[in-house]
């Protein structure tokens, strides 16, 4: 996730074995979409090239954005990224119409969930990103669209899936992954106990 800047925090109530209510405050957890490459081209998937396409995207997405995104440099002096990383993925397929066309994707986190429709926008529009060959393995240079997946996923919804996390299950936090909130000013709710969870 986002070390600094504004970052997303999911809250999980419940009650623990004692009966005490409980809060989790959980830190951590980056939202992303997938983006698929057209039919027969491929990535040079460096981490070079990976930190070009993030640097692209993180200023079409600030331009995209304009104002509702800070574009200044957060307390500690460090920019404030709106693209945190990209990834080659070629693990994955659609199961649209049962067509295994698409299988090398882009993985893109953001800073923020509601980023992800921005992001979309660009990628629907086209965009020109380094690295992308054809099949006769000349380098693409024109603006490709690349079509989006998992992209209407809730944040929500998409850390219970990939942390496995059904409704009414107990939740477990390994030792040294959270912190307890104990001042009036950081407890922010009603709950006997709060928690602050990190996502390791």
């Keep these: 996730g986002a070390a600094n800047g504004t970052v997303p925090i999911i809250r999980l109530y419940g009650v623990n074995e004692t009966g005490n209510s409980v809060a989790v405050f959980i830190h951590g957890f980056t939202a992303y979409g997938y ?39 957060s307390n500690n002096g460090e920019q404030v990224l709106a693209c945190l990383g990209v990834q080659s993925v070629t693990n994955k397929q659609s199961i649209m119409g049962y067509d295994a066309s698409h299988n090398k994707f882009l993985k ?51 850390y219970m899936i990939d942390k496995d996390v059904t409704g009414a299950s107990w939740l477990s936090l390994p030792k040294g992954t959270y912190q307890l909130r104990k001042t009036e000013s950081e407890k922010g709710t009603h709950c006997q106990v709060r928690y602050l969870y990190f996502i390791l």
């Design 35 to 73: 983006f698929a490459l057209p039919r027969g081209y491929e990535l040079e998937g460096s981490n070079d090239n990976l930190g070009k396409i993030r640097s692209i995207l993180d200023d079409n997405l600030r331009a995209k954005l304009g104002s509702q995104f800070n574009k200044g440099n």
């Design 108 to 158: 893109v986190y953001v800073a923020m969930p509601g980023m992800i429709s921005k992001l979309k926008s660009i990628m629907e529009e086209g965009i020109n990103l380094p690295g992308i060959m054809n099949a006769n393995g000349q380098e693409v240079r024109e603006s490709m669209i690349f079509q989006p997946f998992e992209c209407n996923v809730p944040y929500v919804l998409r």
